[in-house]
């Protein structure tokens, strides 16, 4: 986590500094979390597949010149993903690992500055503070979770993230539409004595929002 800390400070003293200068635009965003958990031993019993979650937040983007800008994205996300055993104790199971987490995503923006529609790619460091996980055993129909379940997993996670999107601005506010891709970097798993096992999370988002101006120009 201390890795990540530095390049944060930072980016937030840029974005901080350049507020006098710059318009600054405020908005919302939410979608989709196609989220999927990538273990670091495969195992041919063992099948990993993606599932759709909650993914929703705010909106501050900071202007760096005519085409760049910074965005801080506070966000609730649902990570995890779906998995299935095969021939565990004679039986196949399956079941859903699921998280949420308070996330800060802060990306750096290019984008095209003229036109009826404005494309633009994202790239930058993200953190995530864990609220809860969740064991869903869908063949036994149970659910596994509570202080002493979510001790099995780390606090923080923390990855990177890049895609693009359009941008149409309409009046004095923009809409957006934006697909982006999140490597996750951090083991979920706590360290526990004969566990090698590294966990961490993927996901592909897909988000729509707005958002509008608050500074000068």
């Not at 929703?56 to 910074?70: K, Q, T």
């Not at 809409?175 to 706590?190: D, H, M, P």
């Not at 592909?204 to 509008?212: D, E, N, S, V």
């Amino acid at each position: 986590m201390r890795t990540m800390v530095g390049p944060l400070v930072a980016l937030a003293t840029l974005v901080i500094s350049s507020q006098a200068r710059a318009e600054v635009q405020l908005g919302v965003l939410g979608g989709t979390n196609i989220a999927s958990l990538e273990f670091s031993e495969e195992d041919p019993d063992v099948e990993l597949s993606a599932e759709g979650l909650v993914a929703a937040g705010l909106v501050v983007e900071a202007g760096l010149g005519s085409r760049l800008s910074l965005q801080f994205e506070p966000m609730y996300v649902q990570k995890g993903g779906r998995i299935e055993i095969r021939d565990l104790f004679g039986e196949d199971v399956a079941g859903s690992l699921r998280f949420s987490y308070v996330e800060l995503p802060v990306l750096l923006k290019v984008s095209k500055s003229t036109g009826s529609v404005r494309p633009y790619l994202l790239l930058g460091p993200s953190m995530g503070y864990r609220r809860s996980a969740k064991l869903m055993d869908e063949t036994a129909g149970v659910t596994d979770e509570g202080p002493e379940f979510e001790e099995s997993f780390e606090t923080w996670d923390f990855g990177v993230s890049g895609g693009g999107g359009l941008s149409v601005p309409l009046d004095r506010a923009t809409v957006f539409l934006e697909g982006r891709y999140t490597w996750g970097l951090a083991n979920l798993n706590a360290p526990e004595e004969g566990v090698d096992l590294d966990v961490k999370h993927r996901g592909m988002q897909i988000l729509a929002g707005f958002t509008f101006p608050v500074g000068r120009r």
